[in-house]
């Protein structure tokens, strides 16, 4: 089981870019890369998912370098509704209990 | 509005009740999941089930006793519960792609 490493928290501004890094270095060749967003007294919701180099979507970013132990999740021009808790989870997800949540990262984004 | 519904949203008991959390799924996925995250903490997997079978129990006390009658529903028994129980319990589910399905969550509190 892959464990992750991500910052406590982050402080940001309006309109800025944010780039939040995942640390995962015992990653193994079946894991995939999956972040998600959580705000208070709601469940988490599915950001981006990788494998490696680069995904693309309509909300955000993730950066996979060649050796993936680690991964940037990067949300471009942020704005006061993406202050949240954001969670990087790694795991072969044909292995079910692999859906373990580590302590992500709490980001406020001020006016 | 994920496809996965949960009941009820809230619930207060006492230590000495015997109550149930309900979830519901309307994906057509195989996997389910409970998570409790207390406050101000990461979310703790508790259970998970795979086509109706139990794959992983988390070192859950007793007090709290899971049941997955089919693929769509899974319900978690709860009796003699301790105030340190009280969080916010969630459901998920999800497919072989990894992309969890969360609830609303539960919102207990044990008195």
């Known amino acids: 089981l892959a464990k992750t490493t991500q910052p406590i928290s982050m402080d940001s501004y309006e309109g800025q870019e944010v780039n939040i890094t995942c640390s995962h270095n015992n990653i193994a060749t079946n894991d995939y890369i999956t972040w998600y967003q959580q705000f208070p007294s709601q469940g988490p919701r599915f950001i981006i998912q990788g494998y490696k180099t680069k995904v693309t979507n309509e909300v955000a970013s993730l950066f996979i370098p060649a050796d993936r132990k680690s991964s940037t999740l990067s949300l471009p021009r942020v704005s006061l509704s993406d202050t949240a808790v954001y969670y990087c989870l790694v795991g072969d997800w044909y292995n079910n209990n692999d859906m373990r949540f580590g302590a992500g990262t709490r980001l406020t984004v001020k006016p | 509005e994920t496809g996965v519904t949960q009941t009820p949203r809230h619930l207060v008991m006492g230590m000495t009740n015997k109550k149930s959390l309900k979830c519901e799924q309307h994906l057509g996925h195989n996997a389910m999941y409970w998570y409790k995250q207390s406050a101000k903490k990461p979310l703790e997997l508790m259970f998970v089930?795979?086509?109706?079978?139990?794959?992983e129990n988390n070192s859950v006390p007793s007090r709290f006793s899971p049941e997955c009658p089919n693929s769509s529903h899974l319900f978690l028994h709860l009796h003699t519960l301790q105030p340190e129980d009280s969080a916010l319990y969630l459901c998920?589910?999800?497919?072989?792609?990894?992309?969890?399905?969360f609830g609303e969550g539960s919102r207990l509190t044990v008195l």
């Open positions: 089930y795979n086509f109706k079978e139990q794959t």
């Open positions: 998920a589910s999800s497919q072989s792609t990894g992309e969890l399905f």
